[in-house]
């Protein structure tokens, strides 16, 4: 087992205390809080390999583990009773965040910075079920950082691709991921990913990964394809009935066969390895559910990207504890083994959150022997 890989998993899990919040900067990119996706991280990097840690939710507050600023910009990593581990370093917060549109919004309201070199973007800053906290999603806070004023409620596809062009010249941004949240339409955001993966292709070429809920058309698959759109994802998130109809209520109705039948329909347009899902452990489900699903996820050509759950403040589960770092430990050994056997790699894929990797260990175990 790869002694990173357990590393990564226990920080992703227990989070880690950053004297930034006291008024001691760290130097690098100071992450981000709320909104969409994970959330309530800053980036690290470990070597070759960065990775996203909780620095703002409770759990994290509580870590044993601390950051350390060491001289010359660098980043030490302090374990409370136990070892200094010394070279880290933090992506710098990128050029293009001092930048505005031609119609004067800050390009950071449009586009962040994941990982090391990740454009991420949320095309609709709102959901059909996020207002009502009995059908919305018990782990989201695509509002939050709307209703703080750090973005706007929809990105355009000429903003999108502005910014893209000047991420990638100023920042060597590499890959595009865009999510949304669901609006009230048939295509599920679908239409909306097609326009801006072909505004952004026509400005700048860079990989890109489309996020979205599976349209009622399969037809939306190919039109994204040919819009620009490299690779898809569809987040299926927690697996077992109980468990879906508690953490997503309302996304829930959508039964897990009918996502299923997306996946083999998505895979036919973008190919083997270039459609992936989010898996988040920690909500209920076994280490067999997940373990099993990934297992029909991979003979479908379709990567599980297996993540810990994290708390995120403001939500409903802000309370809710992380996993275990031996839980994840076990999920990530028993997929990556049946990765490696399916020959299907997270460095295979063309964009997304599987190929950054930065919120999951699971690569590093994927790499393991």
């Known amino acids: 087992m790869s002694e990173l890989g357990r590393l990564v998993t226990e920080l992703q899990v227990r989070g880690v205390v950053d004297p930034a919040l006291a008024g001691a900067p760290i130097a690098g990119n100071s992450g981000r809080r709320g909104g969409a996706g994970p959330s309530d991280h800053r980036a690290l990097t470990f070597g070759d390999t960065t990775v996203m840690v909780p620095v703002y939710n409770a759990t994290a507050q509580e870590s044993p583990y601390r950051l350390a600023a060491e001289a010359g910009g660098g980043v030490a990593l302090e374990e409370r009773g136990g070892e200094r581990l010394n070279g880290l370093s933090a992506p710098p917060e990128p050029r293009f965040y001092g930048l505005r549109t031609d119609d004067g919004i800050p390009y950071r309201s449009i586009a962040l910075l994941h990982g090391r070199d990740v454009l991420a973007t949320t095309l609709l800053q709102t959901c059909i079920r996020f207002r009502d906290r009995r059908d919305s999603c018990q782990f989201c806070a695509i509002e939050q950082s709307l209703e703080d004023g750090r973005t706007v409620v929809r990105k ?39 326009e801006t993966a072909a ?21 939306w698959y190919a039109h994204m394809k040919e819009s620009g759109v490299d690779s898809l994802g569809m ?41 992936s899902t989010y898996l988040l452990a920690g909500l209920g489900d076994s280490a067999d559910s997940l373990i099993t699903c990934s297992e029909r996820l991979i003979e479908l050509g379709v990567y599980p990207f297996v993540v810990p759950f994290v708390p995120i403040a403001g939500t409903p589960l802000e309370g809710h504890p992380a996993p275990t770092t031996d839980f994840m430990v076990e999920i990530y050994a028993a997929v990556a083994a049946r990765l490696r056997v399916s020959d299907l790699r997270s460095d295979q894929m063309s964009a997304g ?6 919120c999951s260990a699971l690569s590093l175990f994927e790499k393991a022997p």
């Open 353 to 358: 959150c599987a190929k950054c990797g930065a």
């Open 156 to 194: 355009t596809p000429e903003q999108v691709a502005e910014v893209a062009e000047a991420a990638v010249r100023l920042d060597g941004i590499r890959q595009l991921v865009m999510t949304t949240g669901t609006p009230n339409s048939d295509d599920r955001g679908a239409r909306l990913m097609a």
């Open 199 to 219: 505004a952004v292709k026509r400005r700048v070429a860079i990989p890109i990964q489309a996020q979205c809920e599976p349209p009622e058309d399969p037809q």
């Open 235 to 275: 987040h299926l998130e927690v697996v077992e009935p109980e468990v879906r109809r508690r953490i997503l209520p309302g996304k829930s109705e959508l039964p897990l066969e009918r996502y299923f039948e997306a996946f083999e329909q998505a895979v036919a347009v973008f190919g083997r390895g270039q459609v």
